[in-house]
């Protein structure tokens, strides 16, 4: 447990707003995080219920308006950490309530859930469908987006465009991103050959940095066993040396056997003549 909450702490106490570290066994079971509630979940009428939390958020969230007023100002992590070492010191009787809250509740939504599903149309189920498969590639963009972050892949290139709209956006006109974006598309349009010629070489410029960079990246992932985040191209370069190879020997045989077959056939016809 200690290891998830250092970990993933940051995020769940801003989720929760924790403020203290004083959290003793002296936790009185009030009946909002006791009750179990499944509906009050769900997202929006089109979406399925959500899971209920578990024990140990029901117990964090009875907490937290004492902790707020006990240990004002101490720091997120540093508060999910004790307040990790707190749950765990608590005696299974005094877990209990929480767990049983949250089976309860957990038993409520495998219900709501079953009629959640029962009334949907073929269409909805497509659709929900749809939705779950682009929230998981969501996911695993971001999940991958922060992988290649860590191991410190080089950023792409930026094109002429791109860097004249960093240095221009703020006095951008419009009030909003996408009017800003329009308006800069515009000016970039109505921009002389001249003043883009200073943006295009420093796209150019990019590039060739982008390039120095990223064959020692690649190389370092391939000596630690990472051949999947290297670009597609590199990849696609190397199966299609493989397969020019391939259809050179397969043309080498080929021609071979039409060889011998010509060979034969000119024995063939010898007595004949």
């Known amino acids: 447990?200690?290891?998830?909450?250092?970990?993933?702490?940051?995020?769940?106490g801003r989720l929760l707003g924790l403020s203290a570290n004083g959290l003793s066994a002296r936790c009185s079971c009030s009946r909002l995080w006791l009750t179990p509630a499944v509906k009050s979940f769900s997202t929006a009428a089109d979406d399925p219920p959500r899971l209920p939390p578990t024990g140990y958020i029901r117990f964090i969230k009875?907490?937290?308006p004492v902790l707020?007023?006990?240990?004002?100002?101490?720091k997120t992590l540093e508060i999910t950490k004790k307040i990790a070492l707190q749950w765990q010191a608590l005696s299974a009787e005094q877990k209990q309530p929480f767990e049983q809250a949250a089976k309860a509740a957990r038993e409520e939504y495998k219900v709501e859930l079953s009629k959640f599903y029962a009334r949907l149309t073929p269409a909805q189920s497509m659709a929900l469908s749809e939705k779950k498969r682009q929230k998981l590639a969501r996911r695993k963009s971001i999940r991958k987006k922060r992988e290649l972050t860590m191991l410190g892949k080089p950023k792409r290139?930026?094109?002429?465009?791109?860097?004249?709209?960093?240095?221009?956006f703020v006095e951008a006109r419009g009030a909003t991103m996408q009017t800003k974006?329009?308006?800069?598309?515009?000016?970039?349009?109505?921009?002389?050959?001249?003043?883009?010629?200073?943006?295009?070489?420093?796209?150019?410029?990019?590039?060739?940095?982008?390039?120095?960079e990223i064959k020692p990246w690649e190389k370092y992932m391939e000596e630690i066993g990472r051949e999947d985040l290297l670009r597609r191209k590199s990849v696609t370069a190397d199966n299609t040396v493989g397969a020019k190879g391939l259809k050179g020997e397969a043309k080498a045989q080929t021609g071979s056997t039409g060889l011998n077959l010509a060979k034969t056939a000119r024995r063939v016809k010898k007595p004949q003549d």
């Open 68 to 74: 707020f007023k006990q240990y004002p100002g101490v």
């Open 1 to 12: 447990m200690l290891s998830f909450i250092s970990t993933g702490g940051n995020l769940l």
């Open 157 to 168: 290139p930026r094109t002429a465009f791109n860097i004249y709209m960093s240095e221009h």
């Open 181 to 212: 974006m329009k308006s800069l598309m515009e000016d970039w349009r109505n921009l002389q050959d001249s003043q883009k010629k200073v943006y295009e070489q420093l796209a150019e410029d990019d590039k060739v940095r982008y390039r120095n």
């Open 62 to 64: 009875q907490q937290q």
